[in-house]
């Protein structure tokens, strides 16, 4: 098998969910800014789509080199090894962005590394005519950082986000990635209680099952790189097996979602279903200001309402200051709250364990986290 220099690309925060694990499929990782770079054959390109939960993509990093002409940008791009990655009647558009960069002019920056690999593909190929470009999806990136520009070719396709078993959706829904980062960023174990009393579509109980059971995120979905004539399909089958292999789906789990908008429940459902989670979930509609609990040790995972339009604003600290007040029974619960409203600690009535900032989206966000006791070992 060959050996890529691979890039899983990550939301600003979420770099370091990202790098571990990337290490637990087994790959050594260098981690930058928004994204994750190591070395893999065919059979990691598989498994990291299938596996990665809080990746946006995984790309091929097929060039990088300083370009600060034109002329350079075309030369050194033309110089690469296309051939190697393209067949003959690929589809290849390029798209682009260039930041603090003498080569400031995307669309020109995407017009001369297409036609660098066009000349290049040409003459390998033998070809005087233009290409046909009616095969498998390459999705070619040039990323220009302070004059280094860096040629990338999705693997993904449609983002890792789009898990596949979203049938609808909020006004505002949470990324697929971004809940599944939520929770591994939590002290939460399979054999303990979850609950999201802000469930809207779903979302986060869903990930939490897929969590839970140790299911492929990717399980239920196609990616870019399966129509590729450079990975054989034996390689995505082995993939498929291994991870329905280590699925654990006779573990037992006691999973909530809850939501006031009884219409949200309903989609929620229907997207547990779809991800083959129906009987493993259970919503129902309630305010938080209701929710109580026998159970111990449990986690919560929230997402509430964060009040970002003045009108929305009151109603929003009433639900924190109700929030605060039910779950401040909870003695042996950890509670994990993502909010853009500044001054929830205050309505909520109690200051965090620790926070961290994460995106949600372009919102800049902070998780609040307070952490319970751990459970007694038995």
Known sequence: MSTYSLIATAAMGLESLVAKEVNNLGYECKVDNGKIEFIGDEKAIARSNLWLRTADRVKIKVGEFKAESFDELFEKTKAL???????????????????????????????????????RLRSHYKKVSWFEENGPLYKIEVAIHKDIATLTIDTSGVGL???????????????????????????????????????????IPIEAALIGQN????????????????????VWDDARNEAEDLAKYDQPLKIIGTDIDHRMVNVAKENAIEAGLGDLIEFKQMQVKDFTTKDQYG????????????????????????????????????????????KFEEIYGKKATKMRKLFNGFIRTDLYQYWGPRPPRE
Not at 182 to 194: G, K, S, V
């Open 299 to 342: 986690v919560i995972v929230g997402n509430p309402p964060y009040g970002e339009r003045l009108g929305e604003r009151k109603e929003v600290e009433k639900m924190y200051a109700e929030m605060g007040k039910s779950f401040s029974n909870l003695d042996t619960w950890s509670i994990y709250i993502l909010t853009s409203y500044e």
């Open 215 to 234: 299911i492929a995120p990717g399980f239920n979905r196609d990616f870019a790189s399966e129509s590729w004539p450079i990975i054989n399909k034996q």
């Open 81 to 119: 090894n296309w051939e190697s990655f393209l067949p003959e009647n690929a589809e290849f558009p390029v798209q682009g962005k260039s930041v603090k960069s003498k080569l400031f002019s995307v669309p020109d920056c995407q017009a001369i590394v297409k036609k660098a690999i066009v000349e």
């Open 161 to 203: 986000h789009k898990r596949g078993y979203r049938v609808n959706q909020g006004d505002a829904p949470l990324k697929e990635t971004l809940a599944a980062a939520l929770i591994q960023l939590t002290n939460w174990h399979p054999d303990r209680p979850f609950c999201d009393p802000f469930c809207g579509s779903g979302t």
